[in-house]
Protein backbone atom coordinates (compact mmCIF):
# COMPACT_ATOMS: atom_id res chain seq x y z
CA UNK A 1 0.00 0.00 0.00
CA UNK A 2 1.19 3.39 -0.71
CA UNK A 3 0.60 6.63 0.75
CA UNK A 4 -2.28 8.46 0.71
CA UNK A 5 -2.32 12.64 0.00
CA UNK A 6 -2.96 14.26 3.77
CA UNK A 7 -5.29 17.00 4.20
CA UNK A 8 -2.34 19.55 5.35
CA UNK A 9 -0.74 18.86 1.34
CA UNK A 10 1.84 16.32 2.90
CA UNK A 11 1.49 12.25 1.99
CA UNK A 12 0.74 10.19 4.86
CA UNK A 13 2.42 6.97 5.28
CA UNK A 14 1.13 3.74 5.52
CA UNK A 15 1.26 2.13 8.46
CA UNK A 16 -0.22 -1.33 9.64
CA UNK A 17 0.46 -1.46 13.48
CA UNK A 18 -2.21 1.66 14.65
CA UNK A 19 -4.41 1.78 17.94
CA UNK A 20 -7.95 2.64 17.27
CA UNK A 21 -9.57 2.08 19.83
CA UNK A 22 -7.39 -0.17 21.77
CA UNK A 23 -7.38 -1.93 18.57
CA UNK A 24 -4.92 -2.97 16.38
CA UNK A 25 -5.70 -1.62 12.80
CA UNK A 26 -4.03 -0.12 9.87
CA UNK A 27 -4.09 3.07 7.87
CA UNK A 28 -2.10 6.23 6.96
CA UNK A 29 -0.23 8.17 9.59
CA UNK A 30 1.35 11.94 8.18
CA UNK A 31 4.39 12.82 10.02
CA UNK A 32 4.20 16.26 9.38
CA UNK A 33 0.86 17.47 10.87
CA UNK A 34 0.17 13.98 12.74
CA UNK A 35 -2.98 13.19 10.90
CA UNK A 36 -4.50 9.28 11.28
CA UNK A 37 -6.48 7.59 8.64
CA UNK A 38 -7.58 4.32 9.83
CA UNK A 39 -8.86 1.64 7.26
CA UNK A 40 -12.41 2.15 6.98
CA UNK A 41 -13.45 -1.10 6.68
CA UNK A 42 -11.89 -2.38 9.87
CA UNK A 43 -12.70 1.23 12.02
CA UNK A 44 -16.09 0.43 11.14
CA UNK A 45 -16.07 -2.91 12.51
CA UNK A 46 -14.16 -1.74 15.33
CA UNK A 47 -17.05 1.13 16.19
CA UNK A 48 -19.76 -2.19 15.91
CA UNK A 49 -18.16 -4.70 18.20
CA UNK A 50 -18.03 -1.89 20.50
CA UNK A 51 -21.25 -1.31 20.73
CA UNK A 52 -22.25 -4.88 20.07
CA UNK A 53 -20.22 -5.22 23.83
CA UNK A 54 -22.47 -2.62 25.46
CA UNK A 55 -25.54 -4.72 24.03
CA UNK A 56 -27.37 -7.23 26.39
CA UNK A 57 -28.39 -10.24 24.43
CA UNK A 58 -31.15 -12.24 26.39
CA UNK A 59 -31.18 -15.51 24.21
CA UNK A 60 -33.05 -18.50 25.01
CA UNK A 61 -31.46 -22.19 24.24
CA UNK A 62 -33.23 -24.64 22.19
CA UNK A 63 -32.74 -28.66 22.60
CA UNK A 64 -31.48 -30.76 19.80
CA UNK A 65 -31.66 -34.47 21.03
CA UNK A 66 -30.03 -34.18 24.63
CA UNK A 67 -27.94 -31.11 24.05
CA UNK A 68 -28.28 -27.12 24.11
CA UNK A 69 -28.49 -25.06 21.39
CA UNK A 70 -27.31 -21.24 21.67
CA UNK A 71 -27.88 -19.23 18.60
CA UNK A 72 -25.52 -16.48 18.10
CA UNK A 73 -27.70 -13.26 16.75
CA UNK A 74 -26.36 -12.58 13.33
CA UNK A 75 -25.15 -9.47 14.14
CA UNK A 76 -22.46 -10.79 16.28
CA UNK A 77 -21.55 -13.34 14.04
CA UNK A 78 -21.06 -10.77 11.38
CA UNK A 79 -19.35 -8.45 13.36
CA UNK A 80 -16.53 -11.25 14.84
CA UNK A 81 -16.71 -12.77 11.56
CA UNK A 82 -18.34 -16.25 12.90
CA UNK A 83 -18.78 -18.75 10.17
CA UNK A 84 -20.92 -21.95 9.83
CA UNK A 85 -18.84 -25.06 10.80
CA UNK A 86 -15.90 -22.70 12.55
CA UNK A 87 -14.75 -23.81 15.78
CA UNK A 88 -14.70 -22.11 18.82
CA UNK A 89 -12.94 -22.68 22.26
CA UNK A 90 -15.72 -23.16 24.29
CA UNK A 91 -14.94 -22.85 28.68
CA UNK A 92 -16.78 -22.92 31.70
CA UNK A 93 -15.61 -20.09 33.80
CA UNK A 94 -17.77 -20.21 37.30
CA UNK A 95 -20.95 -21.55 38.17
CA UNK A 96 -22.67 -19.25 36.16
CA UNK A 97 -20.23 -17.75 33.25
CA UNK A 98 -19.48 -19.54 29.84
CA UNK A 99 -16.65 -18.44 27.49
CA UNK A 100 -16.38 -19.37 23.56
CA UNK A 101 -13.26 -18.38 21.74
CA UNK A 102 -13.70 -18.18 18.13
CA UNK A 103 -10.21 -19.32 16.71
CA UNK A 104 -8.02 -16.49 15.16
CA UNK A 105 -7.03 -16.31 11.58
CA UNK A 106 -8.83 -15.79 8.22
ZN1 LIG B 1 -0.74 16.00 7.25
Known amino acids: ?????????????????MKF???EIDGWECKSCGEAY???E?????????KLK?????????KVKSNLILR????????????KSQEVEFGIKDSNEIVIH???GS
Open 72 to 83: IPKEVGDALNLK
Open 1 to 17: MKGMKCICGKIAEYNKN
Open 21 to 23: NSY
Open 54 to 62: KHKFYLKLS
Open 102 to 104: PFK
Open 38 to 40: YNP
Open 42 to 50: KAEKILLIN
